[in-house]
T-cell receptor, first 111, second 112 residues
Framework: ELKVEQNPLFLSMQEGKNYTIYCNYS?????LYWYRQDPGKSLESLFV?????AVKQEGRLMASLDTKARLSTLHITAAVHDLSATYFC???????????FGGGTRLMVKP | EPEVTQTPSHQVTQMGQEVILRCVPI?????FYWYRQILGQKVEFLVS????????KSEIFDDQFSVERPDGSNFTLKIRSTKLEDSAMYFC??????????FGSGTRLTVV
């Protein structure tokens, strides 16, 4: 059974600081997704990582995937208040067709 | 940008009643999914649907649940006899291939 663990579960940081969210998963997979969720809202796709060594960047967020270590990271550079949200990683099993989500990281960026 | 549409946005139902949650996936997508998220918890897979049949389902998706694509555009999730623990946000998603999921805005189901 595929298990996905994120840490930290909660992150409070000051504006301007850098931090990394980690996503570990238990079985082989080549596809990993990062989503953002604002309170009471849907899941907004941030990144799709499709191969080992994939790195994608959008604004202050950068995601990477190491399939050998079964690890993805979401790095936040010079955080701003607007990044406050819950961030989920999700892993697609090798059979495809379904996502297993991590528990989420609730990020609060203080002005 | 194309989007997945879900209705209603919020449904309140009595325990034991049947509910149908509706979704209109993106028109050229072939794969359809339902996920749920109990308040404050992680998102859980329920079921995937392709070529007019279920392709995967989780342990949560028991006999109380069913899915249907009744008319080639809608994709529905039916819960036959709702329980209190069915209260959650239900997300529909679709994808053109077997990756690249677009999620709808969700239906908040409250069972009282």
């Amino acid at each position: 059974e595929l298990k996905v663990e994120q840490n930290p579960l909660f992150l409070s940081m000051q504006e301007g600081k850098n931090y990394t969210i980690y996503c570990n998963y238990s079985t082989t997979s080549d596809r990993l997704y990062w989503y953002r969720q604002d309170p009471g809202k849907s899941l907004e796709s941030l990144f799709v990582l499709l191969s080992n060594g994939a790195v994608k960047q959008e604004g202050r967020l950068m995601a990477s995937l190491d399939t050998k270590a079964r690890l993805s990271t979401l790095h936040i550079t010079a955080a701003v208040h607007d990044l406050s949200a819950t961030y989920f990683c999700a892993v697609e099993g090798n059979a495809g067709n379904m996502l297993t989500f991590g528990g989420g990281t609730r990020l609060m960026v203080k002005p | 940008e194309p989007e997945v549409t879900q209705t209603p946005s919020h449904q309140v139902t009595q325990m034991g009643q049947e509910v149908i949650l509706r979704c209109v996936p993106i028109s050229n997508h072939l794969y359809f999914y339902w996920y749920r998220q109990i308040l404050g918890q992680k998102v859980e897979f329920l079921v995937s649907f392709y070529n007019n049949e279920i392709s995967e389902k989780s342990e949560i998706f028991d006999d109380q649940f069913s899915v249907e694509r009744p008319d080639g555009s809608n994709f529905t999730l039916k819960i036959r006899s709702t329980k209190l623990e069915d209260s959650a946000m239900y997300f529909c998603a679709s994808s053109e291939r077997r990756y690249g999921y677009t999620f709808g805005s969700g239906t908040r189901l409250t069972v009282v």
